[in-house]
């Protein structure tokens, strides 16, 4: 008897579960970071009514080579539609990030997370890791991994979630 009222409780329980409304569980862990180039602070939830990609990477992470450009030219071209990409780089120290950013003509904010909070708040796993994250703030899609092939899907996303309406 109580292995056939175990299932059914259980099933009872996750009907209940499923019935209460999200109350703001889906909300983007919000983060106030230091920009790379000049320590002023950004926070998250001061992009609210944005479209943002928030990009975890590192120097030493061969993909993010690759998708640190191609999302330089997403934001550039999405941008005054209202998008915006934050990165964030978890390097050991500041000057591996400099190093590895030279080279490259990055425009939208890059941050650094000393403390290495904010992966945790995420649940970053490997790099580069990236949360795509609506108006409202709530997250949408996670992309791990990076290749010349995500730039199409990536933005048909961007430019859905961009149809959406505003705050």
């Not at 106030?32 to 928030?54: A, F, H, I, N, W």
């Not at 490997?126 to 092939?149: E, I, N, Q, S, W």
Request: aromatic fraction near 8%; charge should be neutral.
């Amino acid at each position: 008897m109580t292995k056939l009222l175990s299932p059914l409780l259980v099933c009872l329980l996750l009907q209940l579960v499923a019935s209460i409304p999200a109350t703001g569980a889906d909300l983007a862990p919000d983060f106030t970071l230091p920009r790379l180039d000049d320590q002023q602070p950004l926070t998250l939830s001061s992009l609210r009514g944005k479209v943002v990609y928030v990009d975890f990477w590192a120097s030493w992470c061969a993909p993010c080579a690759i998708s640190l450009p191609a999302l330089q030219q997403l934001h550039a071209e999405l941008q005054a539609q209202g998008f915006e990409v934050v990165a964030i780089n978890l390097d050991e120290s500041t000057s591996q990030a400099t190093r590895f950013l030279q080279p490259l003509q990055i425009a939208y904010p890059v941050l650094f997370d000393a403390e290495k909070a904010t992966p945790r708040a995420y649940g970053i796993a490997g790099m580069p890791t990236a949360f795509l994250v609506d108006r409202r703030g709530a997250l949408r899609a996670t992309h791990t991994g990076f290749k010349p092939g995500d730039t199409q899907k990536l933005k048909q996303q961007i430019q859905q979630l961009l149809q959406e309406p505003s705050l």
